[in-house]
């Protein structure tokens, strides 16, 4: 079993972005910006957010935080927004999920200029990225294409079964994987709630991407020997740590394991290549490669 380590192969990549925009300001060009809208005080969205702004510095970038109380109007968001869309110093934007219930996501997300889109949430880049076009690719999904890739994970013709249909991740790394590329050409099988037989689907799988928010779901006995798991779960479990919780997997590590090739671990794997997917797009709206 080889350990697929994302927290390592992240500084890598962030290294490297780092020398590139040593390079550009070299050269003249303005520092990448990315901007984060942040609202409300959730615990999760807060780590996250932090985790972004750090990986800018890390990366050479410059970050701007916009922080919101969660009572903000739909409207006042907005505003935000379009003054972020005509700032010709922001690079790239994200406004971090979930929102307060008021607020409806699809209003927000189609607000984003779709070419400062980092998050590759808006649906001129899901498009674009359904029928194989230069957009801006969701963050989780091309992290796990990322690391497949790295660690030479073969994946044409491969069977890969993704648990989960959420926007974010089970969607579009359903649509990365089956595209004709490479990592791609899978067949894929995506389960979800309504799915009756999820257990014989998974067994018959060489790779699984689970995405689902539900802690250690996949067990051993839902795992052919020699598969590649990616977990990309993370909820937070009560525990007996410093901050009284820890963070839970989709996937029953401990008894997972040994029958696999490859496996991800959390924290330590997709978490770290979201992030780094997030720089690269932030790169890629600075220097205008896509749009
Ligand atoms: N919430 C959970 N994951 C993400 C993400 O990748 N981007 C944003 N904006 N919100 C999230």
Redesign the pocket.
Known sequence: MQLIDGKSTAQKIKQQIAQQVDEMIAKGARRPHLAAILVGHDGG?ET?VANKVKACKECGFKSTLIRFEDNISEDTLLQSIHSLNNDSEVDGF?????LPKHINEQHIIEAIDYRKDV?G?HPINVGRMMIGLPCFK???PAGILTLLETYNIPTRGANCVVLGRSN?VGKPVAVMLMQKAIPGNCTVTVCHSATPNIKEICRNADIIIAALGSPKFLTADMVKEGATIIDVGTTRVPANTPKGFKLSGDVDFENVAHKCAYISPVPGGVGPM?IVS?MQNTLLAATHAIY
Do not use: N, R
């Open positions: 969205s996250y994200i406004v971090q999920l979930p998050d949430f969701s963050a989780t974010i979201t997030l």
